[in-house]
């Protein structure tokens, strides 16, 4: 992209990320309980490995149901009942690499800015309905009301500890059923984004793809000699007609994202595009209803 003075100085403010996550906390949870009454968790008894509760044995389920030690308490038998995980853990991730740290002036904030404010507003959201949500590759699956400061700080401390962030999640196993959001811009290589979404479907989980975008990247406004930046590293680009690229490069990111929409339709997963000059609370709204929905997921949806 194109980098303005003005443009320089976003960018490089916004890669700071760790100096501005206690305002994104705040955004977050102020953002989440604006939509709590409008989503709801799934929380219920099922295939799982953790205990929910005691309830009283059903006459004609199968004997070897009946939890005996806690029968033997009183005059009738008990069935042992464990939570459903197929929709009780959501797991998130959302990207951190050098290309997310990217703000134009069409754009109120950074990517990077936009999609932490998601990811800490969708664990606040899955936790206060009931489920766990953990932040993959940081943190264990939490269900705490404090899971918004416990993914900052898990943010933070990996930012300390100088770890570069990469433009796709770490390969972890997640559990059969279990839901997953990835958010960021997917500006990886389409086949490793193919590969990741792959690894994460071949475990049995079911997921959301998000992609962040900033509206210059979508309209490509730039006329004349135009100078562009890499997000990351000294590499640049001098163009003395800017509007020569535009269909090029238009014409490009159109069969990227249709690659990556197709990964994920080929396993089963959800894809959308949002734009970072809409609204964060629609985006938010839209992403855990089709995580918590019950319907396949689709792909193509735009917020």
């Known amino acids: 992209m194109a980098a303005s003075a003005s443009e320089r100085r976003i960018r490089h403010e916004a890669s700071t990320l760790a100096a501005r996550l206690p305002s994104l906390v705040v955004s977050a949870r102020q953002i989440a309980h604006s939509l709590l009454h409008g989503v709801h968790g799934r929380r219920q008894a099922g295939p799982g490995e953790t205990f929910w509760q005691f309830r009283p044995f059903i006459s004609g389920e199968p004997a070897a149901r009946v939890d005996w030690r806690r029968s033997a308490r009183e005059d009738r038998a008990f069935v042992r009942e464990r939570e459903w995980e197929a929709s009780h853990t959501i797991w998130i991730w959302f990207d951190r690499s050098p290309s997310m740290t990217f703000a134009s002036s069409l754009a109120p904030?950074?990517?990077?800015?936009?999609?932490?404010?998601?990811?800490?507003?969708?664990?606040?959201?899955?936790?206060?309905?009931?489920?766990?949500?953990?932040?993959?590759?940081?943190?264990?699956?939490l269900a705490g009301r404090d899971v918004i400061e416990r993914f900052a700080e898990a943010v933070a401390?990996?930012?300390?500890?100088?770890?570069?962030?990469?433009?796709?999640?770490?390969?972890?196993?997640?559990?059969?059923?279990?839901?997953a959001a990835l958010i960021g811009d997917f500006l990886s290589e389409a086949s490793a984004v193919e590969a990741t979404i792959a690894s994460f479907a071949?475990?049995?989980?079911?997921?959301q793809a998000l992609m962040i975008a900033d509206p210059i990247e979508e309209t490509f406004p730039f006329e004349g000699h135009t100078e562009f930046l890499a997000a990351a590293g000294p590499d640049r680009l001098r163009a003395p007609r800017a509007q020569s690229?535009?269909?090029?490069?238009?014409?490009?990111?159109?069969?990227?994202?249709?690659?990556?929409?197709?990964?994920?339709?080929?396993?089963?997963?959800g894809f959308a595009l949002h734009r970072t000059d809409a609204s964060a609370a629609q985006a938010l709204l839209a992403l855990r209803a089709r995580l918590a929905g019950p319907e396949p997921a689709r792909a193509g949806w735009s917020v």
């Open 109 to 141: 904030c950074a990517k990077v800015d936009r999609a932490a404010l998601l990811a800490f507003a969708l664990a606040d959201l899955a936790v206060r309905g009931g489920e766990r949500a953990g932040l993959i590759g940081l943190t264990p699956p």
């Open 157 to 179: 401390a990996e930012e300390r500890r100088g770890i570069a962030a990469v433009g796709l999640p770490p390969a972890a196993p997640l559990k059969p059923r279990t839901k």
């Open 202 to 207: 071949a475990s049995g989980a079911e997921g």
């Open 245 to 269: 690229l535009r269909d090029p490069y238009l014409e490009r990111l159109a069969d990227h994202r249709e690659a990556v929409r197709a990964a994920c339709t080929a396993r089963g997963w």
